[in-house]
């Protein structure tokens, strides 16, 4: 029988890192888990409301979360910030207030960032947002998927796999249908796999997308 793995999960500390950095006593733990999810929730919501356009395609690839004492840093890696930022300059500052306001840190300082992403369409998670929102639009999944993989090939990657599971076209009976161009060597640990599973609700049910991206071996 297959054994499946999370392909990032199993590269940690070999060519990923984590996306949470810091430390908590064992009764603590649970509650700095779920905090962290808070934060990536609100964060995530904010930039929903406050897009400067709606294509669907929020651009958040990731959000690190580092915890200190006295100060808690957030780093937004974001593939499109422009979109964010342009339309109102002090977006960063509303964001930190809108966090600050809901989590109540009196005192610890938060600091926010917003990094820019060289080849947003190389990161699995714009690229499954892309996807969702063809099919929303009622666009082929089969045309969403060589779509996405054109966008990638211009991020000069090295492989893709794309799996997208549920009712797919509306058709009475749910399938997986997938993809794949060039390599995607699971089993290597070594290789820099980014990986990515999303969720997409349309008229006829829920949709799973999957992407495997095949970065770099080191």
Request: charged share 25%; with cysteine; aromatic share 8%.
């Amino acid at each position: 029988m297959g054994q499946k793995i999370n392909p990032l999960g199993f590269r940690l500390g070999t060519t990923q890192d984590h996306h949470s950095l810091w430390f908590a006593k064992p009764k603590n733990y649970s509650e700095d888990l779920q905090e962290d999810q808070k934060i990536r929730n609100c964060i995530t919501n904010f930039v929903q409301k406050n897009m400067k356009i709606s294509s669907g395609v929020e651009g958040i690839a990731r959000i690190e979360i580092q915890k200190r004492i006295d100060v808690i840093q957030i780093i937004i890696y974001m593939g499109f910030p422009k979109l964010l930022i342009e339309s109102k300059p002090k977006r960063i500052e509303e964001l930190q207030m809108t966090v600050q306001k809901e989590f109540h840190y009196l005192n610890r300082k938060l600091n926010i960032a917003i990094t820019k992403i060289a080849n947003p369409y190389g990161h699995p998670k714009i690229l499954a947002e892309f996807i969702a929102g063809q099919l929303k639009n009622r666009v082929s999944f089969r045309k969403a998927m060589k779509k996405a993989i054109e966008l990638t090939e211009q991020a000069n990657t090295k492989g893709i796999q794309i799996q997208i599971a549920g009712r797919l076209d509306g058709k009475e009976i749910a399938r997986a249908e997938w993809i794949r161009e060039g390599r995607v060597p699971l089993q290597t640990i070594r290789a820099k796999i980014e990986y990515c599973s999303y969720t997409v609700r349309t008229i006829y049910g829920v949709l799973g997308i999957k992407i495997w991206i095949f970065v770099d071996e080191q």
